[in-house]
């Protein structure tokens, strides 16, 4: 079993809308849970941590973790072109060591 | 967060040779990692660079294939030998955010896209 999974892409959206992106790991025991943004033939780009159940907000991006299903989710709201990059779902797996899920692929359509 | 500088940016190289990349961060830093990311692949963990001892390698991984070092707190180099066409990859050097709650957070260099024919 893959320690982080997240949903299959490619995910297309038009411009405007909701880009919802889904994660799963294994480690119950993890605490700290990334998303990164990473441009074609860029370097990954952090731009959301999270470590409490719940939400956060940032702008216009929105992390959920529920630690008891062992789930994080990225929400990007009124989704822009310039949005369109992979993400990947990072989680600290002890020692501060982070495991990265394959990533998906987002298409904002204009 | 830190600024990360890794050279070469980008190398083309031949079957059998070694290169080495380097990693220059602009603030002492304590954890630094290295990572690959293979065409089309997410990142996988190669080693953790220890100050003034021997690297801690991932699953997968030794030594005598990816040599690091890590002099001081502000510099690090993998050293890819034997090159093989399957190390074509982009090797990305990370440095672990400086807060006081040491969160995990992980800042990445520009990454060094090796090419190997």
């Known amino acids: 079993q893959k320690e982080v999974e997240q949903n299959s892409g490619p995910l297309s959206v038009p411009e405007g809308a909701i880009a919802s992106l889904n994660c799963t790991y294994s480690d119950r025991g993890s605490q700290s849970f990334f998303w990164y943004r990473q441009y074609s033939g860029k370097s990954p780009e952090l731009i959301m941590s999270?470590?409490?159940?719940g939400d956060k907000e940032d702008g216009r991006f929105t992390a959920q973790l529920n630690k008891a299903s062992q789930y994080v989710s990225l929400l990007i709201r009124d989704s822009q072109p310039s949005d369109s990059a992979t993400y990947l779902c990072?989680?600290?797996?002890?020692?501060?060591?982070?495991?990265f899920g394959a990533g998906t692929t987002v298409t904002v359509r204009a | 967060s830190a600024v990360i500088s890794q050279k070469p940016s980008r190398d083309i190289c031949q079957r059998g040779t070694s290169l080495t990349i380097q990693c220059q961060v602009d603030s002492q830093v304590t954890m630094m990692f290295w990572y690959r990311q293979q065409p089309g692949q997410s990142l996988t963990l190669i080693a953790t660079?220890?100050?003034?001892?021997?690297?801690?390698?991932e699953s997968g991984f030794v030594i005598d294939k990816f040599p690091i070092s890590r002099p001081n707190l502000t510099f690090s180099t993998l050293t890819v030998s034997n090159m093989s066409p399957e190390d074509s990859s982009i090797y990305l050097c990370?440095?672990?955010?400086?807060?006081?709650?040491?969160?995990?957070?992980?800042?990445f260099g520009e990454g060094s896209r090796l090419t190997v024919l």
């Open positions: 999270i470590y409490s159940n």
């Open positions: 660079a220890n100050q003034g001892s021997e690297a801690t390698y």
């Open positions: 990370s440095v672990m955010a400086s807060t006081g709650r040491n969160t995990g957070e992980l800042f």
């Open positions: 990072a989680v600290n797996m002890g020692d501060y060591k982070l495991s």
